[in-house]
């Protein structure tokens, strides 16, 4: 048994929150980048990419998040690709999360009334000018809230990555716990932090959402 005082632990578990932090960010701006691909491709009716997308997001969002960690670490060890943990939970995370965004943003764009696509149509705007200038500043707006009340989702899902090795806050909180044999308060700290996090996230979003009715 170590002799932690509760600074030690408060410290520790901080520096450790960075990573669960630039694990989060990574995840959501990847995501977000490759959803947006995705969206695009299914919404263009490119031939096979609705098929192709309509199944990529069935099979990251029926299946465990915590098994696509398994895969993204010790699948790419099978074809000689050798990877670290952060790498894995980086990948695993992104690819999670852009299937959830593209569903996310597939549904705020198909909310925007086919009266506007036709409209752009009549103006004889291409595809790409319809989506900027009139499809997606209207589903942005409706965007907003949904897509950032999930990254609550993403910052919570960063616990995971600890069953791969990767030292985030939860496995920073399970070392410290082996080490003094203070579970409760570990935990409770680590509790806190979470809390800290998501909370004032979860707050913008409802605060969004609010404001984006109120406009309605």
Same mark, same amino acid.
């Given at each position: ?5 509760? !600074? ?108 506007? !696509? ?99």
């Amino acid at each position: 048994m170590v002799d932690f005082s509760l !600074w030690d632990i408060l410290r520790n578990l901080l520096l450790a929150a960075r990573w669960t932090v630039a694990l989060s960010l990574v995840a959501f701006i990847g995501g977000g980048l490759v959803g947006l691909a995705l969206l695009v491709a299914r919404t263009a009716r490119w031939p096979g990419a609705q098929t192709f997308v309509a199944g990529y997001v069935q099979l990251f969002q029926g299946t465990p998040l915590l098994m696509q960690l398994f895969l993204a670490y010790f699948g790419l060890a099978l074809f000689g690709v050798d990877t670290s943990a952060w790498v894995s939970a980086a990948l695993a995370l992104t690819l999670y999360t852009s299937a959830f965004l593209c569903e996310i943003w597939r549904g705020c764009v198909a909310s925007v009334p086919k009266g506007q !696509w036709e409209a752009a149509q009549s103006l004889a705007l291409s595809f790409a000018e319809q989506l900027r200038y009139v499809v997606l500043p209207q589903a942005t707006r409706i965007a907003i809230a949904p897509t950032v009340g999930f990254l609550v989702q993403v910052i919570k899902g960063t616990a995971l990555a600890s069953v791969i090795g990767f030292v985030e806050l939860t496995k920073a909180g399970t070392m410290i716990t082996n080490a003094t044999f203070q579970p409760f308060l570990v935990y409770s700290c680590v509790a806190l932090m979470y809390f800290a996090l998501c909370f004032p996230v979860s707050l913008t979003a409802r605060r969004l959402e609010r404001k984006l009715n109120a406009v309605r």
